[in-house]
Each structure stands twice: as structure tokens, then as C-alpha cells.
């Protein structure tokens, strides 16, 4: 059975700073291209990054450009999104996803086949 298990959400003040973490199981996570999607209240899912299998190559949103950085360890089988700077406007459920195929940038839901269950971060002014 996959899993998905996100971690590291919560309460930080705009300007401050949080890792979320992915832990991954029931799949070949070193053959899995990884990504995060944000959800925010009364709005549809969003893409925010991407990591190929090998990490070498990472896709981000104009929003969260030069502010978050993804990353992976394929030996621990979890993947990462360090958030800096972080605003009020990033407030949302964010969501881990796992994708059995890279495509060309993987920003679309659909290129993905498992989902965690998301964590909450909020931003407050």
C-alpha cells in the first residue's frame, strides 16, 4: 500500500521560515519523480514544485520561485520543501505527490498517481 506522509506544517509568522517533509512507502521512491501542490481555502489545487529522480532537475512556480527549494533523499525516501520568506498569500493545505513517470515539467495533477493526505501552513501577517 503506498503512503505518502507529510509533515512540518503550522504557524509561522510572513517573513519566517518552515521545511515540510514527505515520507514515502509502498512504491520505489528512487524511480518516482516527486512533487508539491498547495490548496488554499475557497481555491483550486495549485502547483508549487517539482523534482525529477534523480533531483537534478526542479520545476517552481512564479510564486514560490527563489523563495522555496525542493529537494529529495532517496535513501531515506522522503522529499522536502524548504520555505523561506515565507507570505500571508502561501497559507494553504500543501499536498505531496508521487509521479511514476517524469514528464516535461510535471506541473499538472494528473501526471501524478499518489497523493498524501496534505498539512496545513499558515501565514500570518
Known amino acids: 500500500q503506498v503512503q505518502l506522509v507529510e509533515s512540518g506544517g503550522g504557524l509561522v509568522q510572513a517573513g519566517g521560515s518552515l521545511r515540510l517533509s514527505c515520507a514515502a512507502s509502498?512504491?520505489?521512491?528512487?524511480?518516482?519523480?516527486m512533487g508539491w501542490f498547495r490548496q488554499a481555502l475557497g481555491k483550486e489545487r495549485e502547483f508549487v514544485a517539482a523534482i525529477s529522480i534523480s533531483g537534478r532537475s526542479t520545476y517552481y512556480s512564479d510564486s514560490v520561485k527563489g523563495r522555496f527549494t525542493i529537494s529529495r533523499d532517496n535513501v531515506k525516501n522522503t522529499v522536502y520543501l524548504q520555505m523561506n520568506d515565507l507570505k500571508p498569500e502561501d497559507t494553504a493545505v500543501y499536498y505531496c505527490a508521487a509521479g511514476l513517470k517524469w514528464g516535461a515539467t510535471m506541473t499538472t495533477q494528473r501526471q501524478y498517481d499518489y497523493w498524501g493526505q496534505g498539512t496545513q501552513v499558515t501565514v500570518s501577517s
Open positions: 509502498g512504491l520505489t521512491f528512487s524511480r518516482c519523480a
